[in-house]
């Protein structure tokens, strides 16, 4: 969770061109490019999730996708160099924040469209099943896209042909600038989750413990081949939509109300409640952390920008025209 935290605030201060040493360039433009979507006070999920993950298990994430991608193992300086756009980060620079992807980690891909990480879950874990695999694929989205057809057609999907699959549901109460309970009816995820006769389970998703102990359950009957599951963890996100918007939107007191349930903080304090808890090892996580994401900066702000001709690489084709 700390390293997700270090990771995410230091990409928004280069997002914004603030004060950070790496956050402007000389020709003053931000150094992150491209729309950065931040996570921050989410980190308890990805984190009790992926936990339970092993190297083989696949992954689809959100536009949201840095704890996820985080999470299952990918490299923290490859991902920066990402976001900078340059040469040597996970797509060459051409994805950015919102499409990281990394399949030597099982990561399939952040996703830039809401809900479309959920059928491309499923096909996958529909090819592990054909494939008699031992494997799983864990799929990330928001409640806002329990409001779009391909959430329905992903789950019964997933139930009709009973695929390896552990739906998560991170709900975080908004819709990109749109509070979400107001446009959505009924229970949210784990209620159509019922309805599709998916077992869930509604868990407190800033208690990174209850996380883990939700997820452990579910992704052990997934692996047992009892068809998909569905973990509905209650969360909040703490900043804006993208990191340069300052979420005027909200009511400041419902975000003092949820900066008190802050997950870091939260699992802090109960470690330091502990028999035996030594703080100076809360404190070394935190100073590695920092050291690894400084080094990151550091690595990002001085690798290659692509070359022009790489434009041309990684570019599907359709055929377009060759029928004629």
């Known amino acids: ?41 989410q980190e308890a999920v990805p984190a009790g999730v992926c936990a339970h993950l092993k190297r083989e298990d696949l992954l689809t994430s959100t536009h949201r996708g840095h704890g996820h991608t985080l999470a299952k193992g990918a490299d923290l300086a490859r991902m920066m ?23 030597s980690v099982g990561m399939l891909g952040a996703n830039g469209v809401v809900a479309a990480g959920l059928p491309i879950a499923v096909g996958a874990a529909h090819a ?12 990330f989205f928001g409640d806002g896209a329990i409001n779009r057809g391909p959430f329905l057609e992903a789950l019964n999907w997933a139930q009709v042909f ?18 979400s309970a107001p446009m959505t009816a009924g229970e949210g995820a784990s209620a159509r989750a019922d309805g599709f006769g998916i077992p869930f389970r509604k868990v407190d998703g800033n208690d990174v413990l209850a996380v ?4 452990a359950a579910l992704v052990a009957e997934v692996r047992a081949l009892h068809g998909p599951r569905l973990l509905h963890a209650i969360t909040y996100r703490v900043k804006g939509h993208v990191s340069v918007d300052p979420a005027a939107y909200r009511d400041p007191r419902e975000l003092q109300e949820a900066l008190q349930t802050d997950p870091i903080a ?25 050291q690894e994401v400084d080094a990151a900066l550091a690595a ?14 990684d570019v599907q084709t359709t055929g377009a025209g060759t029928w004629r």
Request: with cysteine.
């Open 266 to 290: 939260r699992a802090r304090a109960d470690y330091l409640a502990r028999p035996g808890a030594d703080a100076a090892v809360l404190e070394a996580i935190e100073r590695e952390a920092k």
């Open 81 to 103: 160099c990402e976001l900078f756009g340059k040469a040597s980060g996970f797509n060459g620079g051409k994805g950015g924040s919102m499409h990281i992807a990394d399949f």
């Open 212 to 215: 883990h102990a939700a997820a």
């Open 300 to 313: 990002a702000d001085a690798a290659p920008w692509p070359e022009a001709e790489a434009a041309f690489t």
């Open 1 to 41: 969770m700390v390293r997700i935290r270090a990771f995410e605030n230091a990409a928004e201060v280069a997002s914004q061109g603030g004060v950070s040493a790496y956050g402007r360039a000389a020709d003053g433009t931000a150094r992150v490019r491209g729309p950065l979507h931040l996570s921050t006070g």
């Open 162 to 179: 009973q695929v390896p699959v552990l739906f998560v549901c991170e709900d975080n109460r908004w819709s990109a600038t749109t509070a």
């Open 128 to 139: 592990q099943k054909l494939q008699g695999q031992d494997a799983i694929t864990a799929c």
